[in-house]
């Protein structure tokens, strides 16, 4: 009988494992970045704010929150570090092809440059030889750590918060910002671009397309260049100075009902075991 008994308490046990397994799983859902519905029309050229909806992909959504809701992105003002020279938004979003959000370079950006990004650059520097699409970013650490080049300015980007979701919470959630650059090659020669990168700092490189993740409630802060010896380089939304996306997914909390049934079972068993 006590055998018997302890297989029922056990088999119990595991059925409520299961069943609140089960249960999470049930009430977990997955959202995504719809930056292709962007909405850019809090932005001034002196910033503003960007709304980014997130619409769900997989899953049952929270009550309280539906199957879409929005995460804004503050810009702050291009702070220039160039005397006399003042850098102002555009508030052209990037291309929906992209699949992120983001915004235009100044279109002022080459015109007035410090003497030391009037130039075109050589192929390889600091034994670095570009192929863009591949090391653009080492190319570019290797501009800097040459002298070739400085920065024209920077400026700052806050996402907001998560929505509150009573009864659940959000175990994953990530934001990708990217780096961004256009390069106008001839021969073994560059003859104009513009790159924009956010921290870490020079010299602490990763792949190309170099990228920051982050949570959501955080701030992150891009500084950009831009060089030319007379050569124009078109500045377009398939170019953005900064790019976004991100997914989060929201976990229901489970019961205490379920954590007080299993403790339960669990000292069922420990008395029985004890009458041995």
Wanted: aromatic share 10%; charged share 10%; hydrophobic share 40%.
């Amino acid at each position: 009988m006590k055998s018997l008994l302890h297989a029922s308490l056990g088999t119990v046990a595991a059925l409520l494992v299961i069943l609140g397994a089960g249960a999470a799983l049930a009430q977990s859902s997955t959202y995504l970045s719809l930056p292709e519905n962007a909405d850019y029309s809090g932005m001034t050229p002196e910033g503003g704010d960007v709304v980014v909806p997130y619409g769900l992909f997989f899953g049952t959504p929270p009550p309280s929150l539906g199957t879409q809701f929005d995460i804004t992105i503050t810009v702050s003002a291009i702070t220039s570090y160039v005397p006399g020279v003042t850098y102002a938004w555009t508030t052209t979003g990037a291309d929906p092809s992209l699949g992120v959000a983001g915004l235009n370079y100044p279109a002022n950006l080459l015109d007035t440059l410090p003497a030391s990004n009037q130039t075109t650059l050589p192929l390889t520097v600091g034994g670095v030889t570009l192929d863009p699409g591949l090391n653009t970013r080492l190319w570019m650490e290797a501009n800097f750590a040459e002298g070739n080049l400085e920065f024209l300015g920077e400026f700052t980007l806050t996402i907001s918060a998560l929505p509150s979701t009573p009864g659940y919470h959000a175990p994953t959630q990530l934001n990708i910002w990217s780096e961004s650059h256009s390069l106008l090659v001839d021969g073994g020669v560059v003859l104009a671009g513009f790159w924009a990168t956010m921290g870490p700092p020079l010299n602490e490189s990763d792949a190309e397309g170099a990228t920051r993740l982050t949570d959501f409630n955080t701030s992150l802060t891009y500084r950009f260049t831009g060089f030319s010896n007379g050569a124009s380089l078109p500045i377009t939304s398939l170019t953005p100075m900064w790019s976004n996306s991100g997914f989060v997914q929201f976990d229901a909390v489970p019961e205490p009902s379920v954590y007080m049934l299993l403790g339960f079972a669990g000292l069922v068993g420990y008395l029985v075991r004890r009458r041995k």
